[in-house]
């Protein structure tokens, strides 16, 4: 199961670990947008090591929350809420078909 292969299946995919706080908080932004990403929850998968080394090498850093908006890594947290204070964010979620 290749990142690629995870963030092409669904438009907004957000890798996490289900004791992060921070990871906690950027998913909260996206479902009060009212939209549904697909969550994987890299301390709670067989392969979630894997996962997180992988993402480490595309730059995620730190690994979680990684966030993937229309295939294309956006970046973490401060990443997302930068966006979000830009206004951008949700036109990217229109673009990438998850509004």
Do not use: W
């Amino acid at each position: 199961m290749e990142v690629t292969n995870i963030v092409s299946e669904k438009p907004v995919v957000i890798f996490s670990k289900s004791s992060c706080c921070i990871s906690h908080t950027i998913k909260s932004l996206f479902f009060d947008f009212g939209v549904n990403p697909a969550v994987y929850e890299l301390d709670e998968m067989p392969r979630g090591r894997e996962i997180e080394a992988a993402l480490s090498r595309l730059g995620c850093n730190p690994t979680v929350p990684a966030v993937f908006i229309g295939c294309q890594f956006v970046g973490g947290a401060n990443e997302v809420l930068s966006l979000h204070q830009k206004r951008k964010l949700k036109s990217m979620l229109k673009e990438a078909g998850a509004l």
